[in-house]
């Protein structure tokens, strides 16, 4: 097993912990910003270190496109090849067997997906995935798996369950690196009771931590909190709990309250890139002309870089005139915000007092889930 988890406090079901992995230790609950094709977009390593992130994303199918897990091996890792001294997570290529449905083909033992690169042909199976991961290196793998769309017939829903179970346990078996930690994944759409029952399958093959995939598709802030809280509860209580692909403030919050703790999302640094900035009280909108003469940061009590050091007049300005300036500074911000944000949730558990959060943070009530949050 190559991490250790510990639960420091709990209140209610929301907890407190600490994740050690081989490349460091994180506060959990946790937020990773995404560096898909091994590079969180726009900001340097440096600067992400900054903003407060303790583990960050990466994903198998876009780096085997490109350069590819040999490549990434020889130059060191992941760890290496990205600059990033701290831990890494990496996805298995899963999620892309629902984003990319019209580039891939399905069967039972593999999905074979057309590069939205050259056209080539990439296939995947539960060794390919496993041992890609392997080779890149990062200190968290996942089990590969199908995450069905939403909505699904229940018969598409109940297959992409039977695949991912008998592949989360081939996973399993393939699995070489022993300082890697491995993570399972449960899906099952919207319907409870699949969910439970893939849980119960997933937990029998056994992980070092688990996984729930498939929401953030599509449905409802309300059909998500439905389907997470029992699952949740359901998970080993001294294994991380992770829900993926979430990233929307009021979405985490509940997730937090329900026992997860850790999370990723695109959303800093893609809504940074389109002039989008979060805040405790809302977004902005970058490019506003409200904001021409503003002398003010970002956000008032933000310490990131951007709001130290440039207003809110000049970070439009930069938009406006399409400086890449503008969305490196945004992207900085944003993710600052998110780390702020688990900052004040963990130290709130502590506290017990959670149930401040919608006073402190207004943006929580903005609970709409985008439609796709990776890459």
Same mark, same amino acid.
């Given at each position: 097993?190559?991490? &250790?988890?510990?639960?420091?406090?709990?209140?209610?079901?929301?907890?407190?912990? =600490?994740?050690?992995?081989?490349?460091?230790?994180?506060?959990?609950?946790?937020?990773?910003?995404?560096?898909?094709?091994?590079?969180?977009?726009?900001?340097?390593?440096?600067?992400?270190?900054?903003?407060? &992130?303790?583990?960050?994303?990466?994903?198998?199918?876009?780096?085997?496109?490109?350069?590819?897990?040999?490549?990434?091996?020889?130059?060191?890792?992941?760890?290496?090849? $990205?600059?990033?001294?701290?831990?890494?997570?990496?996805?298995?290529?899963?999620?892309?067997?629902?984003?990319?449905?019209?580039?891939?083909?399905?069967?039972?033992?593999?999905?074979?997906?057309?590069?939205?690169?050259?056209?080539?042909?990439?296939?995947?199976?539960?060794?390919?995935?496993?041992?890609?991961?392997?080779?890149?290196?990062?200190?968290?793998?996942?089990?590969?798996?199908?995450?069905?769309?939403?909505?699904?017939?229940?018969?598409?829903?109940?297959?992409?369950?039977? =695949?991912?179970?008998?592949?989360?346990?081939?996973?399993?078996?393939?699995?070489?690196?022993?300082?890697?930690?491995?993570?399972?994944?449960?899906?099952?759409?919207?319907?409870?009771?699949?969910?439970?029952?893939?849980? &119960?399958?997933?937990?029998?093959?056994?992980?070092?931590?688990?996984?729930?995939?498939?929401?953030?598709?599509?449905?409802?802030?309300?059909?998500?909190?439905?389907?997470?809280?029992?699952?949740?509860?359901?998970?080993?209580?001294?294994?991380?709990?992770?829900?993926?692909?979430?990233?929307?403030?009021?979405?985490?919050?509940?997730?937090?309250?329900?026992?997860?703790?850790?999370?990723?999302?695109?959303?800093?640094?893609?809504?940074?890139?389109?002039?989008?900035?979060?805040?405790?009280?809302?977004?902005?909108?970058?490019?506003?002309?409200?904001?021409?003469?503003?002398?003010?940061?970002?956000?008032?009590?933000?310490?990131?870089?951007?709001?130290?050091?440039?207003?809110?007049?000049?970070?439009?300005?930069?938009?406006?005139?399409?400086? $890449?300036?503008?969305?490196?500074?945004?992207?900085?911000?944003?993710?600052?915000?998110?780390?702020?944000? $688990?900052?004040?949730?963990?130290?709130?558990?502590?506290?017990?007092?959670?149930?401040?959060?919608?006073?402190?943070?207004?943006?929580?009530?903005?609970?709409?889930?985008?439609?796709?949050?990776?890459?």
């Amino acid at each position: 097993m190559g991490i &250790a988890f510990e639960i420091l406090h709990t209140a209610g079901e929301s907890r407190l912990g =600490r994740l050690r992995t081989p490349h460091g230790e994180v506060d959990t609950p946790a937020f990773m910003p995404v560096g898909t094709v091994g590079s969180v977009k726009g900001v340097t390593p440096h600067h992400l270190a900054e903003t407060g &992130a303790g583990i960050i994303l990466a994903n198998t199918y876009h780096l085997q496109l490109r350069p590819g897990a040999e490549v990434v091996e020889s130059l060191g890792g992941l760890h290496r090849f $990205m600059g990033w001294p701290g831990p890494i997570l990496t996805d298995s290529g899963g999620y892309q067997v629902f984003s990319l449905a019209q580039i891939n083909k399905i069967t039972d033992e593999s999905v074979t997906f057309r590069s939205h690169v050259d056209g080539a042909l990439l296939h995947l199976d539960p060794v390919s995935a496993t041992r890609i991961q392997n080779q890149l290196g990062a200190d968290i793998i996942m089990a590969f798996d199908q995450c069905p769309p939403l909505p699904g017939t229940p018969e598409l829903v109940r297959t992409a369950v039977d =695949r991912t179970i008998r592949w989360a346990a081939e996973c399993r078996r393939v699995h070489a690196r022993p300082e890697q930690a491995m993570f399972g994944i449960v899906q099952g759409g919207l319907d409870v009771e699949l969910r439970l029952h893939c849980a &119960a399958r997933i937990i029998d093959i056994g992980f070092d931590g688990y996984a729930i995939g498939g929401l953030s598709v599509g449905e409802t802030h309300a059909e998500m909190v439905e389907v997470l809280k029992p699952v949740a509860a359901f998970l080993p209580a001294d294994r991380p709990r992770y829900l993926m692909g979430v990233g929307m403030p009021g979405d985490i919050y509940e997730a937090v309250k329900a026992g997860v703790d850790m999370f990723d999302c695109v959303l800093p640094t893609r809504n940074g890139r389109n002039a989008e900035a979060f805040t405790a009280r809302g977004t902005l909108k970058l490019r506003n002309e409200q904001h021409r003469l503003a002398t003010g940061p970002i956000e008032a009590d933000c310490d990131c870089y951007a709001c130290r050091r440039f207003s809110l007049g000049y970070v439009r300005h930069l938009f406006v005139t399409r400086e $890449m300036l503008g969305p490196i500074l945004a992207s900085i911000h944003n993710l600052r915000f998110f780390q702020r944000f $688990m900052a004040r949730l963990r130290e709130l558990i502590r506290q017990g007092r959670l149930d401040i959060i919608p006073e402190e943070y207004p943006i929580v009530r903005e609970t709409l889930t985008p439609e796709g949050c990776d890459t």
